[in-house]
């Protein structure tokens, strides 16, 4: 069974820093595209950031290039994302999410989410 466990988010002041966690299990890691996707109150999901593989491209969102980082540790099967300067129009749920065969967004799998608030 393919799981993905969000954890790291929280509330922090405008300019502060978060670091996202997703532990991926019940599958290949090493066959996945991992990201993260976020859902502000009211409004649609968006692609935030993802990596093809652990040594492919990674890819940002306009809106957080410069001030995002994904990453991975495959020892570990973990995805990470580091904000930093975060905005207050950064607070927003935020999930992991897998796909198949190295390919970004349209994600397969799903974690629960993790709530990041961005206080001005």
């Known amino acids: 069974e393919v799981q993905l466990v969000e954890s790291g988010g929280g509330l922090v002041q405008a300019g502060g820093s978060l670091r996202l966690t997703c532990a991926a299990s019940?599958?290949?890691?090493?066959?996945?595209?991992i990201g993260w996707v976020r859902q502000a109150p009211g409004k649609g999901r968006e692609d935030v950031s993802c990596?093809?593989?652990?040594?492919?491209?990674?890819y940002y969102t306009d809106s957080v290039k410069g001030r995002f980082t994904i990453s991975s540790d495959n020892a570990k099967n973990t995805v990470y994302l580091q904000m930093n300067s975060l905005k207050p129009e950064d607070t927003a749920v935020y999930y992991c999410?897998?796909?198949?065969?190295?390919?970004?967004?349209?994600?397969?799998?799903w974690g629960q989410g993790t709530q990041v608030t961005v206080s001005s």
């Open positions: 990596m093809s593989s652990s040594d492919g491209p990674t």
């Open positions: 999410a897998a796909r198949s065969m190295h390919r970004c967004w349209n994600y397969d799998y």
């Open positions: 019940g599958f290949t890691f090493g066959d996945y595209a």
